[in-house]
Nanobody, 128 residues
Framework: QVQLVEFGGGSVQAGGSLRLSCVAS????????MAWFHQAPAKAREGVAR??????????QYADSLKDRATLSMNDARNTLYLEINSLNSGDSGMYYC???????????????????WGRGTQVSVSS
């Protein structure tokens, strides 16, 4: 059974940076689509970055909300997904979730409905 566990949330001042981690266990597929979703209070879950790979090259894409402010990466063991966000602002506050499925995903960040496996999330609070 695949499990995803997020780490790295917390409180940070506006303009600061955070690095979120998502540790995956039980993954047997070499083909993956993994993404980070942001859910602000009282708002829908929004995909902000995704990585996809068939075991070879990795393809990364960001949503406009994080473009030029974030770096998505994966470790060599392919079991930890990182999202570093810079220049944080109050709009970045909320829960951040990691999600995964076992097919390639191109053309932007897939919708939340596309993912079958989710972590429980990590809370980010940005104060001005």
């Amino acid at each position: 059974q695949v499990q995803l566990v997020e780490f790295g949330g917390g409180s940070v001042q506006a303009g600061g940076s955070l690095r979120l981690s998502c540790v995956a266990s039980g993954v047997t597929s070499s083909t993956i689509c993994m993404a980070w979703f942001h859910q602000a209070p009282a708002k829908a879950r929004e995909g902000v970055a995704r990585i996809t790979s068939d075991g070879g090259a990795k393809y990364i894409q960001y949503a406009d909300s994080l473009k030029d402010r974030a770096t998505l990466s994966m470790n060599d063991a392919r079991n930890t997904l990182y999202l570093e966000i810079n220049s944080l602002n109050s709009g970045d506050s909320g829960m951040y979730y990691c999600a995964a499925n076992w097919q390639l995903c191109f053309n932007g960040v897939p919708s939340a409905a596309s993912f079958e496996t989710w972590g429980r999330g990590t809370q980010v609070s940005v104060s001005s």
